[in-house]
């Protein structure tokens, strides 16, 4: 019996989709799903020049910060197959070769696009960004530590 309940305290407190993270302040932020529309607006032929890696299960999403009118996007997805990788800020997609141009001028390729729920690994991760940016605790992101 204290077992079931263990397993339902944890289910309750990890995220099960992207908008489960902020749990704080969501009036100054909320997380959202980029769409084709939000990829396609920033479309540019991207030369695969700075290659830092290939990512799977990927999804970019993006941070709305209303009071700034601003969208920020960020790529996260599998690394080497298991690692769960978050990029700086994209700021260009090539949506014919699936790159991503980042803020850093790294290339990111997508393999493969993340369909349905993402996976526990990488909305944790994001949880790990939040904090290692100094933001977790004022959005309420569960605390992660690897």
Known sequence: MEKDNLNDTIEAVLPKELDDIITQNRHMMQLDYASTEDLAKMHKDIPVTNLRGVLTQAFVYKR???SKNAEIFCLVGFRSGEEAFHTSQVVAYD?????ALTASGSHYVVESFKTGAPDLLLLLHICYMFHRDGIGNYFGARPVTY
Do not use: F
């Open 95 to 99: 949506n014919v070769n699936n790159v």
């Open 64 to 66: 709305i910060v209303p």
